[in-house]
């Protein structure tokens, strides 16, 4: 799992004793844990976390305390950070497919993140300003994740697609749980000075970004079975992706992507829940996500290896289960520390239970030459699906309370669950236990 040894060209000049060394290397590249590949992605995927969690930690307590938004206001700023450039997520994955340069297109959506962390400088308290400034960074998550998932499952074969997701994954969470510790240690340094913490993330994000060219490769990879028989030579053109969903295993997953969005709310008004019921200080609340960080990190590894060998479905239904009974203890009999200790826990098996998980499930119905489109069209279903759920979430709090709202976002998510089971358990490509290559 070292970066050096994320992938050495072939050449012919190999000799011919060299087959049994040969054969012996794949034989201990097939029992490694992930690939190089894999690794290098879930580096870029760390510095970046610490980068993007040094802002977003304490933007929630910003925004309502010291700019004064209304919960709707601000729910609209939270669907802004997810949702609306979630079309991007398809451009961004089919211009991958069509140009062959994942990584490339992935490069972009970093640097656009990276250079967004300037912007925050010059914001200041203009709301207008802000809400652009969130929208470029999301411009460049939207344009790069697709590409980047598309890399993971090139470089992984199908059968353990669960567990380099979780692996990236976990790296992934280890940047989030740095991010928020990081801010709070440039802010004592720095005298309490937000500028200074803008600067510090902008100096990550572009380290992610020189690590991204140095170590990454763009993995051609194997194909796995898929329903559609794509052509492979010609460019990939938009009629041809939009053949995607004529596959009722990708149509069925879209869907349930969306529907499981529509019923999640937003992470900031988790932490703000939190924050008001038990009455934290200011001080403490960046270790809201610290604590949902640590639980990523520890059980998103595991979770996705557990996928692969009992049944991602069963796996990403668990971690909904788990979400449903997080927003029950926001307004629950339990409090004070227990209820901190317990609801962080569960959000964070939440989140090491679906997100990886959501792209293994889709990696091997979708066929290798349309990877990164299928994985954005997926992904933009549902962030579409959050934006719609924050504004509605943030609606509910302003005109019945929080209570009311966020027993109703679980009565929401138990429903998605519902349909989702319906739309996935009876999909044989989608449901069975293993994935063998």
Not at 26 to 50: E, F, M, W
Not at 59 to 76: C, D, E, I, K, T
Not at 345 to 369: C, H, N, Q, S
């Amino acid at each position: 799992m070292y970066l050096s040894t994320i992938g050495r060209p072939k050449t012919t000049d190999d000799p011919p004793s060299a087959g049994t060394d040969r054969s012996g290397r794949q034989r201990r590249r097939r029992l490694a844990l992930v690939s190089g590949n894999v690794v290098a992605l879930g580096t870029v995927s760390l510095i970046t976390d610490v980068s993007a969690e040094m802002v977003s930690a304490v933007l929630p307590l910003y925004l309502v305390l010291g700019l004064q938004l209304s919960p709707l206001a601000y729910g609209m700023v939270d669907g802004i950070y997810t949702g609306a450039t979630a079309v991007l997520r398809i451009v961004g994955g089919y211009l991958a497919d069509r140009v062959r340069a994942r990584k490339l297109m992935a490069g972009i959506g970093y640097a656009l993140s990276a250079v967004a962390k300037l912007g925050l400088l010059v914001a200041g308290r203009s709301m207008a300003a802000i809400g652009f400034v969130i929208a470029v960074d999301r411009m460049g998550k939207g344009i790069r994740t697709a590409p980047r998932d598309a890399l993971i499952t090139a470089s992984s074969p199908p059968e353990a697609l669960g567990r380099a997701f979780g692996v990236h994954r976990t790296m992934d969470a280890v940047g989030a749980f740095l991010g928020p510790l990081v801010a709070l240690a440039v802010l004592a340094a720095a005298g309490q000075s937000y500028d200074a913490v803008f600067v510090a993330s902008f100096c990550l994000a572009t380290l992610a970004v020189v690590v991204l060219v140095l170590f990454v490769r763009d993995h051609p990879g194997s194909a796995p079975e898929c329903p559609l028989p794509v052509p492979r030579r010609e460019p990939v053109s938009v009629r041809e992706a939009l053949t995607l969903l004529r596959a009722r295993p990708v149509r069925r997953l879209t869907v349930a992507a969306g529907l499981l969005g529509l019923a999640t709310i937003g992470d900031g008004f988790v932490y703000l829940l939190l924050q008001r019921r038990e009455e934290l200080s200011v001080v403490w609340f960046p270790l809201l996500a610290v604590g949902t960080s640590l639980g990523y990190l520890l059980l998103a590894a595991p979770l996705g290896m557990l996928a692969d060998r009992f049944g991602r479905l069963t796996v990403m239904v668990g971690g909904y289960v788990a979400l449903t009974v997080t927003y029950l203890l926001l307004f629950g009999p339990v409090g004070g520390w227990p209820l901190l200790g317990l609801a962080l826990a569960l959000y964070g098996l939440f989140y090491a239970a679906t997100d990886g998980i959501l792209m293994a499930l889709a990696g091997p119905v979708l066929p290798e030459r349309l990877r990164a489109t299928g994985i954005a069209l997926i992904q933009t279903g549902q962030a579409l699906a959050y934006l719609v759920s924050s504004v509605l979430f943030g609606f509910a709090w302003q005109q019945w309370g929080p209570a009311v709202a966020s027993r109703l976002a679980a009565a929401c998510v138990a429903v998605a669950v519902v349909a989702t089971l319906l739309l996935l358990a009876t999909e044989p490509a989608l449901s069975r236990r293993r994935v063998t290559s």
